[in-house]
């Protein structure tokens, strides 16, 4: 089993700055994929940024520019920096990790963590 646990979200001024962090934990043999996804209330899950293993990243266009996705390897961990936000923002965002055990492609993903972005 792999937990992961996410942090950072909280409520913000529009144009403020949140920095969400999420750690896996247990028996990974190669994390492969992380990202970040969100779903505001009525609305679909989406994709917010996704991060390689090799570095590589993509972005939502609504996002582009304004949030940054990285990741530390050695702490399975992967990190969004949001900047500028906006009461678009305004979801649950989801950390996303893909993950290798003997061999099987594994997806896990975190409990959610609120991020309200209001005056």
């Known amino acids: 089993q792999v937990q992961l646990v996410e942090s950072g979200g909280g409520l913000v001024q529009p144009g403020g700055s949140l920095r969400l962090s999420c750690a896996a934990s247990?028996?990974?043999?190669?994390?492969?994929?992380m990202a970040w996804y969100r779903q505001a209330p009525g609305k679909q899950r989406e994709l917010v940024a996704r991060?390689?293993?090799?570095?590589?990243?993509n972005y939502a266009d609504s996002v582009k520019g304004r949030f940054t996705i990285s990741r530390d390897n050695a702490k399975n961990a992967v990190y969004l920096q949001m900047n500028s936000l906006k009461p678009e923002d305004t979801a649950v965002y989801y950390c996303?990790?893909?993950?290798?055990?003997?061999?099987?492609?594994?997806?896990?993903w975190g409990q959610g963590t609120q991020v309200t972005v209001s005056s």
């Open positions: 996303f990790v893909g993950y290798v055990i003997g061999g099987t492609y594994y997806r896990s």
């Open positions: 247990g028996s990974i043999f190669s994390v492969n994929d």
């Open positions: 991060i390689t293993s090799g570095g590589s990243t």
